[in-house]
C-alpha cells in the first residue's frame, strides 16, 4: 500500500536506481574480467568485482522491491543509500589520487554518478524529514 507521505517522483527514482544497479552489476557477476577490462581496469580481482556486484544486487533489488513501502522505510533506505554512495565517491576518490589501477577515466564517470545519486539522496532524506507545509496542513 502506497504511503501519501512520500512523493511519486521519489518512487520513481528508486526504479531508476533499481535499473542503474542492474545495468552494472549483472555484467559484473557474470564477467568481472571481461568488463572491467574492457573499460580500462589493468587487474581485475573477481570475487571483488563481485562483491561490487553483490552490493549492487541488494540495494537495487531493494529499490525496486519497496518502492511502495511508507515513509518510514523510506527513510531507512534512503540512509544506507546515502551512506553506500558517499563512502563509494570516497573509495574511489582516494583510489583514482593514488593511481590505482592506471586511474581508469571511467572511474571520473562512476564517482560523478555516484555523486549525483549521493545528492538525490540527500535532497530527499532532507525533504522527507522536513515535509513542506502544504503537507502539514493537510494532515
Given at each position: 500500500m502506497k504511503d501519501a507521505a512520500v512523493p511519486?517522483?521519489?518512487?520513481?527514482?528508486?526504479?531508476?536506481?533499481?535499473?542503474?544497479?542492474m545495468l552494472f552489476a549483472v555484467p559484473l557477476m557474470l564477467a568481472p574480467v571481461y568488463t572491467l577490462?574492457?573499460?580500462?581496469?589493468?587487474?581485475?580481482?573477481?570475487i571483488t568485482a563481485r562483491l561490487v556486484a553483490a552490493a549492487l544486487f541488494g540495494?537495487?533489488?531493494?529499490?525496486?522491491l519497496g518502492r511502495n513501502a511508507?515513509?518510514?522505510s523510506y527513510r531507512g533506505m534512503l540512509?544506507?543509500?546515502?551512506?553506500w554512495s558517499l563512502a563509494a565517491v570516497l573509495g574511489m576518490?582516494?583510489?583514482?589520487?593514488?593511481?590505482?589501477q592506471g586511474s581508469p577515466p571511467i572511474v571520473w564517470g562512476l564517482i560523478s554518478l555516484?555523486?549525483?545519486?549521493?545528492l538525490l539522496w540527500v535532497y530527499w532524506r532532507v525533504r522527507l524529514a522536513n515535509p513542506a507545509p502544504a503537507a502539514q496542513e493537510r494532515e
Open positions: 511519486a517522483p521519489l518512487r520513481n527514482w528508486f526504479v531508476v536506481h533499481f535499473l542503474v544497479d577490462r574492457l573499460v580500462g581496469w589493468e587487474q581485475v580481482d573477481p540495494i537495487g533489488i531493494e529499490s525496486f511508507g515513509g518510514e540512509d544506507l543509500k546515502i551512506i576518490l582516494v583510489s583514482m589520487l593514488q593511481g590505482a555516484f555523486l549525483a545519486f549521493n
